[in-house]
C-alpha cells in the first residue's frame, strides 16, 4: 500500500496563493506541460487535478510507460530515429544497441544502475524516483516550485525537504524510524552532503 500523498495539501496551498493573487488554478497549470515534466499520460494529470486518483500500476509499469514516454518526446524533439537514441544511450551508458531499444520502447525494465544512468542521460529531476513514484506524488513535485514562486523570495527554502526532493526521500521514511533530534538530523544531512560534494583536490590527504 502506497503511503499517503502530499497533493492535495499542495492544490490548496496553490488555490490559496491564486486567490491571493486573483488568478484561478487553470492561469497557474497547463496540463500538457505537467504531464511532459513528469512523464505521466495527459488524462492522469487531469484527473488527479481534479481530485481523482490515478490508475493503479506497479513500478514496473510506471518504470516503462515513463522511460517510453521521455523517449518518444526525445525522438519528437530531435527527429531522429530509435536507433539513433539507442546508439547515444549505448556510447553513454555502455550497453547494448538492443537492450536500448527494449527499454526505450517500454518493453523492458532497466537495472537499477541502467536506471540511474538514463536519469542523467534524460537530464530528468528527482532521481530515480522520477520513474518510480506514484503518479500523485510525480505531479506533486513539480507543483511545489510552482507554489514557492508564488510565495515569493521572502520565503526562506527548506534545505532538509529540498534534500529529500532531489534523492526521492520521503517523510514517510523517515517517520519510519522515530523522531529525529536536532543533532541526529545534523549528523544524517552531513552524511548527505559529504556524499554528494566531491571532495577538493588533495583535500584529506596527509603529508606527502
Known sequence: MEPPTHLPETL??????????????????D??????????PESTVRTLLRGGAAPTDKV???VRARLKTLADAHLAR????????????RA???VSDYWARQVCAGQKVPSIEFLHGLVEFFGVEGGEAFFTAPAADALDRVLRPVAGKLEGPTEQPDP???????YGVRATDLRRHGAMTPEQLDRLLEGV??????QAAGEGDGPR
Not at 490548496?12 to 497549470?29: C, F, I, K, P
Not at 531522429?80 to 547515444?88: I, K, Q, Y
Open 12 to 29: 490548496r496551498r496553490l488555490d490559496v496563493l491564486a486567490e491571493q493573487q486573483g488568478l484561478t488554478r487553470s492561469d497557474l497549470l
Open 31 to 40: 496540463p500538457r506541460e505537467l504531464a511532459a515534466g513528469t512523464a505521466l
Open 60 to 62: 514496473n509499469d510506471r
Open 78 to 89: 530531435t527527429g531522429g530515429r530509435m536507433s539513433d537514441l539507442a546508439a547515444d544511450i
Open 92 to 94: 553513454r551508458l555502455g
Open 160 to 166: 532538509v525537504r529540498a534534500l529529500m526532493d532531489r
Open 193 to 198: 552532503i559529504r556524499s554528494a560534494v566531491p
